[in-house]
């Protein structure tokens, strides 16, 4: 199996459930040659800007319901010098009341949708904890102890994400059937949908809801198509299961990721550790044994010919 270091990958924006610090135990269940990684439920993008920053995919395809968020990743990949002095300008400006300013920038984002607010609402609220109401406004508060990201330091990740992926990135905010329907054989999907339980709560959490069994139906299609696709979905966190297991009849690979301590654990004050299931999809893993197989018989051949030597 491919092991993968750390290295100092740029992250565009504090999000919550983002894949950043477990990135490094998905990329190895990357095939070779992938043509376009494809995130559905893109949220940072901390999967695709990994595999980048690691040459594992030619293109990458990044969608989100959330409309406001994917105008954001067109800043950040289009305009990425405007976008930064935009954030400078309002970081600058929330001095001396930072509370009174970000109850300002919230209430007029939710009126223009600007995605140069919603950069410094992400850097400002409590753990990246993004949380809409039921209207669909965004209505987190902020984390009053800190005044969020440096301007110096959001200028670095920015203009090292935008270095990454600008100019072979593609970005959409679709339902993510839509997202998943181009899909090609020598693609890879990555999706990290909302937990179960996490969606159609009282918190709204997400910008949308996703139902167990249009997920399940979607994957079906994909096994259909044979593509190939890893998910992020149920997990555990302490003694607490998040959702139920996806079925048996989709031939998955269930495998765990010891993700360290949970966000929300986090939140609340505590130091239960997360769990992660990722899910592989039968296409994935055959091409995977097949590239294994190959590269086997590869060196074997490669030792046969230094021995004749």
């Keep these: 199996m491919k092991t993968f270091h750390n290295i100092n990958v740029p992250h565009p924006f504090p999000y919550q459930g983002s894949k ?3 990135a490094k135990y998905i990329l190895p269940y990357f095939p070779f040659n992938v043509r376009c990684l494809i995130e559905p439920f893109c949220g940072a993008g901390a999967v695709s800007i990994a595999a980048a920053a690691h040459g594992l995919a ?11 968020l994917m105008e954001l990743w067109i800043e950040i990949l289009e305009r990425p010098e405007l976008l930064c002095d935009e954030y400078e300008r ?7 009341d930072r509370k009174s300013y970000f109850f300002k920038v919230r209430d007029e984002f939710n009126t223009t949708h600007n995605p140069h607010q919603l950069l ?5 609220i409590v753990k990246g904890s993004v949380r809409y109401s039921s209207d669909g406004l965004f209505n987190q508060s902020a984390d009053n102890r800190r005044s969020g990201m440096r301007p110096n330091t959001m200028r670095q990740n920015i203009f090292g994400v935008s270095a990454l992926l600008a100019r072979k990135t593609t970005i959409s905010a679709v339902d993510f059937r839509k997202a998943v329907k181009k899909a090609e054989n020598n693609d890879l999907v990555y999706m990290d949908p909302p937990y179960q339980g996490t969606s159609f709560t009282r918190d709204h959490r997400y910008f949308n809801g996703l139902s167990y069994d249009d997920f399940v139906d979607v994957l079906v ?3 259909e198509k044979n593509i190939s696709y890893i998910i992020s979905y149920d997990g555990v966190t302490g003694n607490k ?8 009849s989709l031939s998955l690979r269930h495998l765990h990721i010891h993700a360290g301590r949970s966000s929300q654990a986090t939140l609340l004050g505590n130091s239960h550790k997360t769990i992660e299931s990722l899910y592989l999809s039968s296409s994935l893993v055959h091409r995977l044994e097949s590239e294994k197989s190959a590269r086997k018989g590869y060196e074997e051949k490669v030792q046969q010919e230094l021995v004749l030597i």
Excluded: C, M, T, V
């Design 20 to 22: 950043r610090s477990i």
């Design 58 to 68: 030619k293109r990458f395809a990044l969608n989100d319901l959330n409309k406001p």
């Design 90 to 96: 309002q970081w600058l400006e929330q001095y001396p």
């Design 120 to 124: 410094y609402l992400l850097a400002r």
């Design 221 to 223: 299609l994909l096994n």
């Design 241 to 248: 299961n998040h959702g139920k297991l996806l079925p048996n």
